[in-house]
């Protein structure tokens, strides 16, 4: 059921399934995507926990208030938790999805109960990335994609050091060679971290759903 609120100051739309009397589990999608980037890994999932898809700030049909710091990205999830009064949830983040779930899990180590981040970037400057090209591609905020970028390519560097005050068990998954993302950089900088690779590059619950699958489910019920 697709459903609405406020959070942090901003509308946020958010897909909701499972029961709400289960475990409390967010998926957090990547840049330019929405709720429906998880369509099968959400109905998998539900039959455990009761999921949260929202749709991030400037993405989907949630409001596109202009900034997009990836810590208020984080701030906007906790405050969907407020909103539906949920204290503690595990947490799933696909590429930008997985930066904003683990900013919410360094500036809230309370709130998760366990941290998956999907192939997404450690918080370190990043080097030889093309500039960005805008088309006519819809859905999204444009200033988003800016927004973010500079962020990625010259992260602030008490990001890095803050990855340090994760205290939810986190699985780190990495697309493998093909991936753009140095995986492991990450994982070794989150206290006791697992890092699993599957050969899938960066959209790995896309193009092999039935091994992330099994990966998510394997560290869950550990």
Known sequence: MIRETVANGIKLTYREEGDPAAPALVLLHGRTADHN??????????????????????????????????????????GLLDALGIDRAVVVGHSLGGMVAYHLAMNHPGRVTRLVIEDSAAPEPMHGRAPLVEDDSTGFDWRMMHDTERQFVDPDPAWLAGLARIT??????SGGAASPFRADSLAARIPGAALVTIEAGHLVHVTNPK?????LDTFLSA
Do not use: C
């Open 37 to 78: 980037d998880w369509n099968g890994i959400t109905q998998h999932l539900a039959r455990r926990h009761h999921v949260l898809v929202p749709d991030l700030r400037g993405h989907g049909a949630s409001d596109r208030p202009g900034t997009y710091a990836i810590p208020d990205m984080a701030e906007d999830v906790a």
């Open 168 to 173: 939810a068990p986190t699985l780190v998954i």
């Open 211 to 215: 091994a992330f699958k099994t990966a």
